[in-house]
């Protein structure tokens, strides 16, 4: 089995598995080619693993942790690494019809500004504010709830009563056993850390918090707790892996669009997610010709490095499909349709503006096809407006088959019009899809605790408290106009969509409302009322359009923790960090 593979591979190599043309399309010379071999592995490789470790630190003696950190450098993944094995596992996978040929156990670390501060004295150069104050502190802005002087409620890691964080290891495997083994290895090391010479000397470091997270056992692999299928919908990332035009980290996939690397995901330039790149221009007019400036934190030492967001998120999983059971009865429909239209997907993935009365598992499995629709513009009448399979390239304007609150469209609302459009006008779809853009995250995240067995057919309360949810790890380099504003201004605004939904009215009503998943109340002060409201549609027996609007009286996903983050390069700990 392997364990580790091309370790500081020089980049001007072609990657393992990418010899055949499975992935490797159309090429991009003018991309520009990424330092894969300093970026940390997990920014734009993903891990991808089914087990998962975020092992939490302070830092007690900055001068001792330097040198145990030291000793930890050649631990951390690489995007070379990463990126290499994942295509060979993928490869493997396709030509054994199985996983388990090859495996890999990977570690990264990241750290939050109060630890920066700790290891070298320019980390007030920092630009971005957010990440300076710590997400604790931003906890009101983002409407998580809080006691009356303002600080998080029920957070177990990351609050200031939690203990101080500094840093977190994320610890990643194919295999739980390997993943302890890694686990038991650092803590060991931080309790006894013996140096080249065998002396025992201390690590600088006290452990704060450690939990694991694990894709959950089928059915539900690959699904988030409420039972919907995750992370599919994700940006693609301009670069080359070496000098060669056609070695791509997003190969271009779609022969109608060569923006774009699956048919749907447009690839987006580097300095969306990585320092030291050119990122997005939201002054744009079209987003085929939206190359912006490099992208700067501030610090020239944190160039290949990124932001790092992590949400601790509790699912109140009964509380959820209690909801869609009883809306559905109501309704005189399925509690999975009414799930599908408050996500904009249904379980196996496949999105309602392609297929809005009902599921399509071959869709929702297809990765060149379930994200291959848009939202602005409508698709020809045929027979009725609600009907299914739809040809992409599939859209939605009215918001019938996608509500405009729905989770999907809020987070992601694609080529919606939006406040960056400008206003009416020639170019306000075009402006819109610039800016939304440069509001992209890439989401690593992976579910924590056990499976509950309730459904949306049969909720069932668990008989004691269960504690499980989400770990959302999200890089990005502007955590105030990537995570924050998606946050703040999309999923917890329930005038977003305004620009969009005008002219869609129902009885002279916009159809907006909060994101009824992630998106929370401003009434975040203990007694206050959280209700939130939404719009979603149904199909009548006439193949019309049923609007009706629901009331959520508590919320299902709970903050209970998490920090701002920054992945450092792979030079940035050896010549910086540890000196």
């Known amino acids: 089995m392997t364990q580790e593979i091309i370790h500081e591979a020089p980049a001007s190599q072609t990657l393992e598995g990418q010899q055949t043309n499975t992935f490797f399309h159309s090429p991009a010379p003018n991309d520009p080619i990424l330092n894969v071999n300093n970026i940390q592995g997990n920014i734009l490789g993903g891990f991808n693993k089914d087990y998962q470790a975020l092992l939490f630190l302070e830092i007690e003696n900055p001068n001792a942790f330097k040198h145990w950190l030291e000793s930890q450098i050649k631990f951390i993944a690489t995007a070379s690494e990463v990126i290499a094995f994942n295509r060979l596992f993928k490869s493997s996978k396709e030509r054994r019809g199985r996983e388990g040929t090859v495996k890999a156990t990977w570690v990264n670390i990241a750290f939050s500004f109060e630890g920066l501060k700790k290891l070298t004295n320019d980390a007030d150069a920092f630009t971005d504010t957010s990440f300076k104050a710590g997400l604790a502190a931003r906890a009101v802005d983002l409407n998580d709830p809080v006691d009356k002087d303002g600080k998080p409620i029920g957070w177990v890691v990351g609050g200031p009563d939690n203990g101080k964080v500094d840093l977190v290891f994320i610890i990643a495997s194919d295999d739980r056993a390997d993943l302890l083994a890694e686990v038991s290895r650092i803590l060991e090391s931080i309790v006894v850390f013996t140096d080249d010479q065998n002396n025992v000397k201390s690590s600088g470091a006290r452990i704060t918090f450690l939990e694991e997270g694990a894709n959950l056992p089928a059915p539900l692999s690959g699904h988030e707790h409420f039972g919907n299928k995750d992370g599919i919908s994700q940006p693609g990332i301009r670069g080359r892996l070496s000098d060669n035009p056609k070695e791509l980290l997003t190969p271009r996939q779609n022969p109608e669009n060569q923006n774009q690397g699956k048919p749907g995901q447009d690839v987006l330039w580097p300095g969306e997610f990585v320092f030291g790149y050119e990122g997005q221009n939201d002054d744009a007019k079209t987003l085929e010709d939206s190359k912006g400036e490099v992208v700067s934190a501030g610090l020239h030492w944190a160039n290949d490095g990124s932001y790092l967001v992590f949400r601790r998120l509790r699912q109140d999983v009964y509380k959820f499909h209690h909801f869609l059971n009883e809306k559905a009865a109501n309704l005189n429909t399925d509690p999975q349709k009414v799930s599908a239209k408050l996500i904009g997907?249904?379980?196996?993935?496949?999105?309602?503006?392609?297929?809005?009365?009902?599921?399509?598992?071959?869709?929702?499995?297809?990765?060149?096809?379930?994200?291959?629709?848009?939202?602005?513009?409508?698709?020809?009448?045929?027979?009725?407006?609600?009907?299914?399979?739809?040809?992409?390239?599939?859209?939605?304007?009215?918001?019938?088959?996608?509500?405009?609150?729905?989770?999907?469209?809020?987070?992601?609302?694609?080529?919606?019009?939006?406040?960056?459009?400008?206003?009416?006008?020639?170019?306000?779809?075009?402006?819109?899809?610039?800016?939304?853009?440069?509001?992209?995250?890439?989401?690593?995240?992976?579910?924590?605790?056990?499976?509950?067995?309730?459904?949306?057919?049969?909720?069932?309360?668990?008989?004691?408290?269960?504690?499980?949810?989400?770990?959302?790890?999200?890089?990005?380099?502007?955590?105030?106009?990537?995570?924050?504003?998606?946050?703040?201004?999309?999923?917890?605004?329930?005038?977003?969509?305004?620009?969009?939904?005008?002219?869609?009215?129902?009885?002279?009503?916009?159809?907006?409302?909060h994101d009824p998943i992630i998106g929370q109340s401003k009434n975040n002060k203990p007694g206050d009322n959280r209700t939130r409201e939404f719009y979603i549609h149904l199909e009548d027996d006439q193949g019309k359009p049923r609007t009706k609007k629901l009331t959520a009286p508590e919320d299902w996903v709970i903050p209970t923790g998490g920090g701002y983050f920054f992945a450092p390069s792979i030079s940035a700990l050896k010549e910086v960090l540890t000196k």
């Open 345 to 513: 997907r249904w379980p196996s993935g496949a999105p309602t503006v392609r297929t809005p009365e009902k599921d399509a598992p071959k869709l929702g499995d297809d990765d060149n096809a379930n994200n291959d629709f848009e939202f602005n513009g409508d698709d020809p009448l045929k027979d009725h407006f609600f009907r299914n399979d739809v040809v992409p390239p599939s859209k939605d304007a009215t918001g019938l088959r996608c509500p405009f609150i729905a989770h999907t469209r809020k987070t992601y609302p694609r080529n919606d019009k939006t406040p960056g459009g400008g206003g009416p006008g020639p170019e306000e779809i075009d402006r819109s899809e610039v800016t939304t853009q440069t509001h992209r995250l890439l989401r690593r995240g992976i579910p924590y605790g056990p499976v509950s067995a309730s459904t949306p057919n049969n909720p069932l309360k668990d008989k004691k408290f269960v504690d499980r949810g989400l770990h959302f790890l999200a890089y990005q380099t502007s955590i105030v106009d990537q995570f924050e504003f998606v946050t703040k201004f999309w999923a917890n605004n329930p005038e977003f969509s305004k620009e969009a939904a005008t002219g869609h009215e129902f009885k002279g009503e916009l159809t907006l409302g």
